[in-house]
């Protein structure tokens, strides 16, 4: 006799009433499936309700808002916000801010080429009806400063954050970073998809093809803001305060002209946040940078409460300098 016949027995015996057991569990579960929620992978904070937008894509109701909520134009204009202070759009997602003071005009972020920013100095010199001399170049971080040559002029000055070339270096590239930030930015900018239908990109903040093949005139800043502080300095004749404003990059600050009550920064004064987890599959970003600059911000509050800042519609408040920032955000994006 086979001494192995019996545990073989037992092995199917086990295997039937496992089966049995199942199946009973699976009739009895059935009978709920009509009362049950359907099963979804997704989070259960998201709607799955889809509209369709002009160009035929099928997307969410939020995302055909985002043109007029980012203020991305579908013709490129140079917009007047405020006297003597300037919103170029209409060139995708990256804006350009122009600020005309006492000693030059001051250029926020130059454009993702240098044939944009040639555009839009263009489209600004137009609308003035006269040329202008650029003093000054502020960048809100190394994302927006390909098109710095045609902003230049004898004498401008080119500020930025202290580690903003090392970022720019660092993300460029034939390199394992450099290809793997290139291809997330393939996806979430919609690179490939078609101009209309339903896997058309639902709004003007996509890039084309020809976004990896522009020419690039970015030149490192000559003059640096330190990591972390709020600043006070006087460009150009304007006084400019200068505040961190951690984003997606380090390097990220945001420009508070307190004689006019503006700020001006890319990060996006609406009602959300990016997410610690990218929405592209990439690596996830810190959240102890978040809480970090969260406290640094209370602080902050704390140690300026006494000299508030007025806000965009001349209210003064406890909340100081940084929150003075916060709040002209949302009426300045």
Known sequence: MNPRKPSIIL????????????????????????????????????????????????????????NERMGAT???????????????????????????????????????STQTA???????????????????ILLTDWHYADGTAAWLDEGTEIWGHEHLDHNRRAAGGVSVMGGYLNSRATAQ????????????????LSFTPDKFLVVSSYQPPTKLFPDGQVIDLVIAGEPIQVAPMRTD?????AFYFP????MVTNFLVID??????????????????LVDDALGRVQERRDTAG???????????GAGRAGALRRLGADHP
């Open 11 to 66: 092995l199917l015996a086990a295997c039937a009433l496992g089966a049995s057991l199942t199946a009973n569990a699976a009739d009895a579960a059935s009978g709920n499936r009509e009362s049950a929620p359907p099963a979804s992978w997704h989070n259960q904070s998201l709607g799955t309700e889809t509209v369709t937008g002009p160009n035929g894509a099928i997307t969410t109701a939020t995302a055909l808002t985002a």
């Open 74 to 112: 579908e013709r490129t204009i140079a917009e007047p916000v405020a006297p003597g202070v300037y919103a170029l759009r209409g060139w995708g997602i990256a804006h350009s801010s122009a600020i005309g003071a006492a000693n030059g005009w001051i250029i926020v972020d130059t454009g993702d």
């Open 118 to 136: 040639a555009e839009m100095r263009e489209t600004l010199e137009r609308a003035l009806g006269r040329k202008i001399n650029v003093a000054a």
């Open 189 to 204: 900018f919609g690179v490939f998809h078609p101009a209309t239908g339903p896997d058309a990109f639902p709004n003007a």
């Open 249 to 253: 990059t380090t390097d990220s600050v």
């Open 259 to 262: 004689q006019r009550r503006l």
């Open 272 to 289: 959300t946040i990016f997410n610690i987890y990218t929405l592209r599959g990439g690596a996830f970003r810190n959240p102890e940078i």
């Open 307 to 317: 000299h508030p800042q007025p806000d965009a519609a001349g209210r003064r408040g």
